[in-house]
Each structure stands twice: as structure tokens, then as C-alpha cells.
């Protein structure tokens, strides 16, 4: 086990192998709650494994990892012979507080509404609703309260894509393909176009953005703002201001190891998309058998 005391440098995991920061990131064990928590509060393929990472790295801040997504969450259960939303976040404490007291998670939205059922019990499936275009905000509240009392002392940082579009696409292309991180140790097999697909991943994106937006506005959270596009175009500068943010004002941004997941039919499906949208508006009936490859 690596000692997570100091910044380490950035270790390629073996290609085709479990995510390294899933079985070889325990610290020392942790006896007690910890001193404060740092909730990574994002979506899927917003950056959160490139901030993740970044965060792990530099040291002080935690192993935000997707504890409690349906992906993770078996494994982790089995390995620290656990079960159960409460006794995964207490056997979470023991083994992932860093040595300075703090405990890191990156939360999607979906898991944590699935929390809630397990803490509070009860159906929050409404929660996610908007009902006359507005959300619940008392409910939203209890969510936020919640969310207070189970994780210490907690910071909120949003991570969100401003480009939702392209957000969609990429979540289209990982399920597609069942890569959600690339090190750069294959070729990125072609993905099948799908209209209707990619239209829902980007009307998820857009919808759990502004759950997030409305949870922090009816708990009276003001979390820490961070885009992907920044985290991207000016990752040092974007990953320094977080930092100070969260009181690590001399931690040293690490060397991104995950590298973008770019295809080359990418721009291509784009442009269909944007097409296919515009014709859907007018009562168009977008063809969706073809190869994004082949157009």
C-alpha cells in the first residue's frame, strides 16, 4: 500500500486491470468520524475521475471515489466485509479518511437518492420530480439535512459540463463501449449512433445539473463551482483555486494519468445529432440505424 501521507506521483494501473483507487487506496485505519468530509458532488462524464484523481494525489483531500454507485458499491462491500448503506459509510470512514482526518466521495445524484431510501427509508423517487416546473424544495431541504448529519463537517464541490450536448454523447459512447477511463492503452473502438439514446443521456445531464442547482438553493449550500471544460482548458489554474478552496493552498496539481476519450466520429455524430434534433422539432423522423462511423 502506497503511503497516502505524502503526494505521490501519478502510477499507470495495469491496462484491463480493476480501477487502482477501488482496491489499492486504503489509508491507516481511521477510529472515529471524520474531522471533515468532501462531497464531489457531479454526474457522469463530467471529469469527476480527472478531479478525483487530482485531489487523491496532490494529498489533504481525501479519495473521492464512487462509493456508493451501483458500479463500485458491491466491491467495496466485499471487500470490507460490509452491507447496507450505514455500514458501508462507517467501514468508508475506517478505511478511507486520509491521515489528516478528512473523508472524500464523489456522489451522483441517482445514488444519492437511493441513500436516502436506505438512511431515512421511505420513497425518494418524488424528490427528483418537478412538479408545475418547480422542484420540491421542502423535500430537497430534508435531502440536504441529511446529507449534513451523515457526513461530517461536509464541503460541496459541483462539478457540472456546461456542454450538455457533448456530455451526452460521451455518456452514449461508455456505455456503448463499457469504458468509462482511458489511460491511453488502446485504440477507442467506434460506437453505434443513436438518436434517441444520446437524447436521454443529455436530458439526465440536464435534469440532474439542475437537481444539484436546487438541492444547494433549498439546503442553503454554496458549494464550489468547478466546469469540465476549465478543469480541461486550464486544469493547473482550475485545480490550484480548488485547492485553496478546501484549504490545501499549497498543494501541487498532479500530472493528469486519465487521458480525454476523443473518437474521431465524435464531431460527425455531433453535427448528425444537431441535425437529427432540429428535424425531431419539426415533426422530422431522424433515421437512427447508422453508423456514426460510416457517415
Known sequence: MVDKQQPQGPALPQAGGVY??????????????????????????TGSSLLGEAMYFAGGMGCPVEYFHGGFRPRFEARWHTSGAAGLLEAAFHHRTDPG????????WKD?????????????SGVSALRDGSPDTARLGDLGHMLRIRFPQPRFVHL????TIRQGLSHHAAMETGRWRWWGMKEQPPVAYDFDRILKCVMIA?????????????????????????LLDNYDATLRRLFAALGQP????????LKRQTRPETEAMLQRFHRDLASRAVGGRPDKGDRADET
Open 206 to 230: 440536464r435534469r440532474t445539473r439542475t437537481m444539484w442547482n436546487a438541492l444547494f438553493a433549498a439546503s442553503d449550500i454554496r458549494p464550489i463551482e468547478i466546469a469540465y471544460e476549465d
Open 160 to 163: 457540472f459540463r456546461r456542454d
Open 250 to 257: 499549497d498543494a501541487v496539481p498532479p500530472p493528469p494519468r
Open 20 to 45: 487502482d483507487l477501488v482496491d489499492d487506496a486504503d489509508y491507516p485505519a481511521w477510529n472515529d468520524r471524520p474531522r471533515r468530509t468532501i462531497l464531489l458532488c457531479a454526474h457522469q462524464r
Open 101 to 108: 482526518g478528512t473523508f472524500a466521495t464523489k456522489l451522483f
Open 112 to 124: 444519492l437518492v437511493g441513500l436516502a431510501g436506505e438512511f431515512e427509508g421511505g420513497d425518494w
